[in-house]
């Protein structure tokens, strides 16, 4: 089992697979583990790795999550990759890693060769999601099948975790709005922005008018919207995703 420190705390992380290094990012209420049907196919060509990040899975937890949640994780794998000595990573995030993954390009260019924002909700908190999250999570949490996948995730401590991370989100939704520090025009490096026009998480025209958007402003941003496939895209039509990647 591997682990790194980042502020005094533990994260940890699993590598599989030989080449350049490819770091994928998991959601919100999530962990590493998500993304086990996918790591194998792309250890035929990448040196995966995939951590857990703090407070999630298997890392160490911590009370409070920071209301600046994406923009800390971002920092988390710059940590990341100065305890692997790694120069210049691909990174696929998906959902809140999706927003992550934009943070670390925005924040750390040099590092980044190019990443994949899967699945995610947009530039700036949205009021309706929002809502939508702090109704849905509360209800989530008396689905049976949800709690057991849950408790597969993180242990028994999931409804712990569960929560920091509903409270980290409303959050960051009232107290700060925008998901990253710097604007989408800034951005250094390719970007491929991945969704599905079935993604129940969204109305259905929200990675089109999202993904216009974004690449309206800026010339590096491409985009592939799945017809079908639930939330996150990635997993949900991974034979057709592992071939972008």
Known sequence: ???FRYEDKLIYYEESGE??????LHGNTSCGKMFDSIVPVFAKKYRVIVP???????SERIEKWPSDLWFDWAKQV??????????????????????AAINVALEY???VESFIADSFEGLRADHEITEQIRNGRAQAKTFGGFVEYLKALHGDDW??????????????????????????EELKVPMLLTGSLEDDM???????ALFDEICAKTSLAKAHIFEHGGHPAMLSNMDEFVVLG
Do not use: W
Request: proline share 4%.
């Open 109 to 111: 260019p040099e590092l």
């Open 202 to 208: 969204f109305q259905k025209n929200h990675y089109k």
């Open 159 to 184: 409804e712990q975790v569960f929560d920091a991370d509903t409270d980290a989100v409303l959050r960051h939704a009232e107290q700060i709005g925008e998901f990253f520090h710097k604007p989408i």
């Open 1 to 3: 089992m591997s682990y």
């Open 52 to 58: 857990d990040f703090l407070g999630n899975g298997r």
């Open 78 to 99: 710059k940590a990341l990759c100065n305890h692997l000595g790694l120069k210049k990573v691909k990174l696929i995030g998906s959902s809140g890693g999706a927003l």
């Open 19 to 24: 080449g350049s290094p490819l770091i994928l």
